[in-house]
C-alpha cells in the first residue's frame, strides 16, 4: 500500500521484458536458454537433482495456487508451514500475531492530513498495489502469500549457496570511520544518507517513489531501500535488516520493480537472504507477497507513486516488525535471528545501490531510481521522503541530522533538503554511464 500522489500524486507503469527459458536434454545434460536473461550453458542431471532438492524445501505445499498476470505462481501457504519455521532457532518459536504496540507518532497528523492519507490508502488498496491482486483472488485468512521458486530462478544464480544471497561485501580500501555500509571496489555504487553511528536506533520508516530502473547485464541490480545495521562494517559480524524495491533479472527473471526484504547476521556470509529464499523472516499478511512485482510504478513528468516501508523493533519481544503503507503489518525478523541487532540498531541507511560489473570494461549503464539525476526534482528524479526513526520509547521523529554519499557523482548523485510536509528528504540517483561517467 502507498500513497497516490497524481503531481502531487504518484503513478506506476510496469514494464515487462520476457523471459523465455528453454530446456533442452542432451545425454546426461541439460541446455539452459534465454532471451536476454539466461547464457547459454551446460547443467548436469546431478545439479538439477540438488536444485529440485532445494525447491521442495522452500517451496512448501501450498492450500491454494494464484497465478499472477506477470507470470508469477503465487501460493497460499498455511502459516504454521511458511519457510522461516525450518530455522533451528525457530523451532519451537511461536508466531507473534501482532507487535505489542506500534511506533507512536511525536506529532499527530492534522485531520485534513489524516482523511488524506486515508483516502490515498483507500486508493491503492481498490487498485492493483501488486501485480498479483489484479485478478481479485486473495489467499485465504490462516495463509502467507509466497512466491514460487523455479528452477530457472536458481539456475541464472551463480550458484545454488549464492541463490537469494547478496555478494559478500568486501573490506573498503578508504572509508571514515563513522561513515556507512558502502563499500568501494567490489562492484556495488550506492547514493545513500545515514545518520550517526553514536546512537542508540530501533526503527525507521520512509516514503519511497517506485520506478523500473533499466539493467544492462543480467547479474547487475538496480534497488532503493531501507538499511537497519548494527555491528562492524570492517568485520564478520554486521547484522543488516533491510527492504525497499530492487530490479532483479538474476534473482526474478524479468525487469519489473519488486517488494523485497533481506537480512544477515554476519556480513552477508552465510546467514540470510532476499525475501522468503531461506529461514528466516516471518510473514503475518496474507495480502502482502514479498517478492512480488509492484503496479502501477512512476513516470517521467507524469503520475508519481511511492510506498512507505517501516521497521522498527517490538518493545516487549524484540522482534523487528515490517510495516508497508500506513498500517499494513507484513511481519517480522525474529530476535533469535540475530547478535547485536537483538538489542539495537547504531545505524540506518536510506537511498540506493546498483551493481556496476564494468562490462566491456566500461562503466555500467545500469540506472538507479528514475535513472536522473537528483537535480532534476520532482516527477524526474527518485526520492525518499519523511524518514524517521524509532526512538528507545518507540516513538517516530523526523530524522533532522543526516549525512549523504555517493561513490561517483558523476554516475549517480544525491542532494537532500527539509520542509514541514516532506519532512528530510532527498532526490537520488543517475543513468550510469555518461560522457561525464565512462
Not at 502531487?8 to 546426461?28: H, Y
Not at 540506493?352 to 537528483?374: D, L
Not at 557523482?409 to 514541514?420: A, G, L, P
Request: one cysteine or more; hydrophobic letters at 35%; glycine letters at 8%.
Amino acid at each position: 500500500m502507498g500513497s497516490a500522489l497524481r503531481n502531487d500524486k504518484r503513478g506506476f507503469q510496469a514494464l515487462f521484458v520476457p523471459l523465455f527459458l528453454a530446456f533442452f536434454f542432451v545425454q546426461n545434460f541439460v541446455l539452459v536458454s534465454s532471451l536476454n536473461y539466461t547464457k547459454y550453458r551446460q547443467v548436469s542431471s546431478l545439479r538439477l537433482e540438488r536444485i529440485q532438492k532445494h525447491l521442495e524445501k522452500i517451496n512448501k505445499p501450498p492450500v491454494m495456487t494464484i497465478e499472477s498476470p506477470d507470470g508469477d505462481i503465487i501460493d497460499c501457504v498455511h502459516k504454521r508451514r511458511q519457510p522461516a519455521l525450518d530455522h533451528p532457532l525457530l523451532k519451537n518459536h511461536k508466531i507473534q500475531r501482532v507487535p505489542s504496540q506500534m511506533p507512536k507518532m511525536k506529532k499527530a497528523l492534522k485531520e485534513d492530513e489524516a482523511s488524506s492519507e486515508r483516502n490515498n490508502e483507500r486508493v491503492i488498496i481498490e487498485g492493483a498495489w501488486q501485480m498479483w491482486h489484479r485478478n481479485g483472488t486473495r489467499c485465504p485468512k490462516g495463509t502467507v502469500p509466497i512466491r514460487r521458486s523455479t528452477e530457472h530462478d536458481v539456475l541464472r544464480a551463480k550458484s545454488l549457496f549464492d541463490f537469494g544471497k547478496k555478494q559478500h561485501r568486501r573490506i573498503p580500501l578508504h572509508r571514515r570511520a563513522d561513515a556507512p555500509d558502502v563499500v568501494s571496489g567490489n562492484g556495488h555504487e550506492h547514493a545513500i544518507a545515514y545518520t550517526g553511528s553514536s546512537q542508540e536506533v530501533y526503527g525507521a520508516r520512509a516514503t519511497i517513489n517506485v520506478w523500473d530502473p533499466s539493467i544492462q547485464v543480467v547479474n547487475e541490480f538496480s534497488l532503493s531501500q531501507i538499511w537497519v545495521l548494527s555491528g562492524s562494517f570492517d568485520g564478520s559480524d554486521l547484522n543488516s535488516i533491510e527492504a525497499g524495491w530492487q530490479v532483479s533479472p538474476e534473482l526474478y527473471g524479468d525487469s519489473r520493480p519488486r517488494l523485497f526484504t533481506y537480512w544477515t547476521s554476519d556480513s552477508y556470509q552465510a546467514t540470510g537472504c532476499y525475501n522468503l529464499l531461506c529461514a528466516g523472516f516471518i510473514q503475518t499478511n496474507s495480502r502482502i507477497a514479498i517478492g512480488a512485482a509492484i503496479s502501477p510504478i512512476s513516470t517521467y513528468a507524469g503520475n508519481q507513486f511511492d510506498i512507505t516501508i517501516l521497521i522498527w523493533k517490538d518493545p516487549k519481544l524484540g522482534n523487528w516488525w515490517m510495516g508497508f503503507g500506513e498500517n499494513l503489518l507484513v511481519g517480522y525478523w525474529p530476535a533469535e535471528l540475530f547478535t547485536h541487532l537483538a538489542d539495537h540498531a547504531t545505524m540506518v541507511e536510506w537511498g540506493g545501490e546498483v551493481v556496476n560489473s564494468r562490462a566491456n570494461g566500461e562503466h555500467t549503464s545500469t540506472q538507479m531510481g528514475s535513472g536522473h539525476f537528483a537535480e532534476d526534482g520532482f516527477g524526474k528524479a527518485s526520492y525518499f521522503r519523511n524518514l524517521e526513526i524509532v526512538d528507545s520509547d518507540n516513538s517516530l521523529s523526523s530524522v533532522r541530522d543526516i549525512s549523504i554519499l555517493a561513490e561517483n557523482t558523476n554516475c549517480y548523485n544525491i542532494k537532500n533538503s527539509y520542509n514541514n510536509e516532506w519532512g528530510t528528504h532527498f532526490y537520488y540517483g543517475g543513468p550510469g554511464r555518461n560522457p561525464q561517467c565512462p
